[in-house]
Structure formats: structure tokens, C-alpha cells
């Protein structure tokens, strides 16, 4: 095999676990109704999907497994910046159009006003920081979140940090040094639990080292995983792994016990189900669901927060009945289901298969 063809042959991705992929859609689905709930219902206590936030911690140690079985035996051979273009070309497009999404509806929002608020100047740079995932939270209104146009950015953000640090460092370091990194990060997880109460931190000023914490504990429990090879075989199927993953999101929110229920179900239960998921076969009458579920997830993650912001600002000025909510609130998940489809079949795919062809022209 030539020169050329081999370099080539390293921008390929290899075949996917299609369980996983199918969880990481039904996580990203349970996000978005977390998010519209967190604005129905105030009191976490009360809602039915108060711990929807760890799907974040999930989407993670998927990352971090998916990322190890996807590049470990290759990454030596790519430059530093080569591998990071194929994960902008991954990701980056979603975050650019999240950001004018967001923008639009910053503009837009017919419940509020915030470009009068803002101005021109500020409202310029929000846009740039979310394009160029530098943080900005500067919203009151909105939080104080990072990146205020579209808040889940700040887990992008730091799935940029942690990639960078794979290529650098993580992808060449031994197994033995690898656990202790893991078990070092789950310490500072406990600690992140304990101080703050909870693991729900990363998206706002105050709490921005806790994205830390979070990352780097799932991200390197992920490659341990598929490094160790603690892929469980088993006949849960599809479904059966999406009824696994409900729990951990469905478990009661607790004030006084998320400190310690929230980091069991980070370092011990969201690893066993990515072994679990590497390890279950999928029947062919599923195929196709499980495909469309893992096509949306990231699409439907990096897109929809737009508009719950608008939801916030109508349930803010015209309060509506729980009742009403409870149309509204299913009918918008459908919708935004359905936009995220749309962007990923029509925007989405064709701007990454332009942008790889491109990358594989010039190598």
C-alpha cells in the first residue's frame, strides 16, 4: 500500500457500535425534555427527569470509549492538527449552526427584547464566542451560561479540551498510568460531588471547573473501557439497554443524597452500561431505528436549546397552566426532533462530506 493510500486510509472511520450510537439518541431525546421540564417544574424534586444533566456525563464516557476504539491504533500515525480537523469536520459545523440558530432567536424571541438590553456590540461578540466556543457568560437573564446563544456548547467545549488533550497526551500513555489518571479523576469527581452538592455544574461561570471534572473522569473511564476490553456480551438488545439508561435519568432527585447517588451512577453504572451496549447485539428488525437514533443524537443536542429559550420567556410572560404545558411540552420535542433531522440530512451531512472529500484532496 503506497504513501498516499494509507494516509487516506486514516481519515476512514471504522464501523460503529450500533447500540451505543442508538443510546447516545435516546440520552440526547431525554435532554431536550429535561430542559423543557427544568423551566415547567422548578423544584428538581418534582420532576419526573430531574437527573436528565447526566446524560452530559454519559455523552462523555461514550466519547471517551468511541474516541479510543476510533483512533488508538492509528493517531500515532496522523499529525496533532490532522486529527483535529476530522474532529471539527465532526463537530464544528453543528456548533456553527446552533449559533445562528441561536442568534436568531436572540433577535427574534417575541416574549423579550434582549438586543435592546445587549446592543449591537455585545450581541456580536456572543456570536463569536459561540462560533469560536471561546466562553462569554455575560446573559443575566439568561444564567450566566458560557455560551448564552446556545448553552449545551459548554460540553463541546469541553470535549474540544479533552480531544486535544487524547492527541497530546492520553492516546500514548500505558494502561497502568491510564487507571490512575481514572481513579485520580473519580476522586476529584467526589470532590466536585461533595463541594457542590451535586454534578450538574460546567455551564455557568461559577461552576466551570466542574466541566472539568466531569470530562476527565468519563472520558478516560470511556478508553479505559474499550483499552481493557470490559465489553460484557449479552441479549438486552436496544430496548433493553434504553431501559438501563432511563433509570439512571429517572432516578429521584434527592437535595440531600445527589452528592452520593450522582457519582455512583457516573463511575459505576453509565460505564457498565457503555460495556453492557459494546457487548449486545442488535436484531435486524431494529436496525433502522437505532441508525436514526444515533444520527439525530448530536444534531438534536446542538440545536434545540434555541428555542427552549424562547419557551423560557413564554412561560416567564404569559404563564401558562401545567396543563397547556403538557401539550406544549411534548408537541415541541416532536418538532425539534424533527428540525434536527432536517439540519442533519440537508446542512449537516452535506458540509462534513464536502469537508472530508476536501481534507482527503489534500492529503
Known amino acids: 500500500m503506497n504513501t498516499e493510500q494509507k494516509s487516506i486510509n486514516l481519515l476512514n472511520t471504522k464501523k460503529h457500535f450500533e447500540i451505543l450510537d442508538g443510546l447516545r439518541g435516546v440520552a440526547a431525546v ?58 471539527l469536520i465532526r463537530l464544528h459545523p ?3 449552526i446552533g449559533s445562528i440558530l441561536g442568534l436568531l432567536t436572540f433577535l427574534l424571541d417575541p416574549f423579550s427584547d434582549l438586543y435592546a438590553v445587549y446592543g449591537f456590540g455585545k ?36 470535549e474540544y479540551i479533552i480531544n486535544i488533550f487524547y492527541v497530546i497526551f492520553l492516546f500514548k500513555i500505558s494502561k497502568n498510568l491510564l487507571r490512575f489518571l481514572t481513579f485520580l479523576a473519580a476522586l476529584i469527581l467526589c470532590y466536585v460531588a461533595f463541594h457542590s452538592k451535586n454534578v450538574s455544574g460546567g455551564w455557568g461561570g461559577p461552576s466551570f471547573w466542574d466541566g472539568g471534572a466531569r470530562v476527565l473522569f468519563s472520558f478516560t473511564i470511556g478508553m479505559l473501557i474499550y483499552r481493557s476490553n470490559w465489553i460484557i456480551k449479552n441479549k438486552l438488545g436496544f430496548f433493553g439497554m434504553s431501559i438501563l439508561l432511563l433509570v439512571a435519568f429517572l432516578s429521584p432527585y434527592m437535595d440531600q443524597y445527589n ?21 449486545s447485539n442488535l436484531k435486524s428488525g ?29 412561560v416567564t410572560v404569559i404563564k401558562p397552566s401545567f396543563s397547556q404545558l403538557a401539550i406544549i411540552i411534548p408537541i415541541s420535542v416532536v418538532l425539534l426532533v424533527i428540525l434536527a433531522y432536517l439540519i442533519m440530512k440537508f446542512i449537516d451531512i452535506p458540509i462534513r462530506e464536502y469537508l472530508k472529500n476536501k481534507l482527503k484532496k489534500a492529503v
Open 30 to 87: 431525554c435532554v431536550v425534555i429535561f430542559h423543557f421540564m427544568e423551566i415547567a417544574i422548578t423544584d428538581y424534586n418534582k420532576n419526573f427527569i430531574g437527573h436528565g444533566y447526566l446524560a452530559v456525563d454519559f455523552f462523555f464516557c461514550l466519547s471517551g470509549f468511541v474516541i479510543a476504539y476510533a483512533y488508538d491504533n492509528r493517531v500515532a500515525q496522523m499529525s496533532t492538527w490532522q486529527f483535529i480537523k476530522l474532529r
Open 94 to 96: 453543528l456548533v456553527i
Open 123 to 158: 450581541t456580536v461578540l456572543l456570536f463569536l464566542s459561540s462560533v469560536f466556543m471561546i466562553p462569554y457568560p455575560i446573559v443575566d437573564e439568561r444564567y450566566n451560561n458560557l455560551f448564552n446563544l446556545n448553552a449545551p456548547a459548554w460540553s463541546l467545549f469541553w
Open 259 to 279: 452528592w452520593i447517588l450522582e457519582p455512583i451512577i457516573i463511575i459505576f453504572y453509565f460505564p457498565l452500561l457503555v460495556s453492557l451496549g459494546a457487548g
Open 286 to 314: 431494529q436496525k433502522n431505528i437505532v441508525k436514526l437514533s444515533g444520527e439525530i443524537s448530536y444534531p438534536l443536542y446542538m440545536t434545540h436549546y434555541p428555542f427552549v429559550w424562547i419557551f423560557l420567556t413564554y
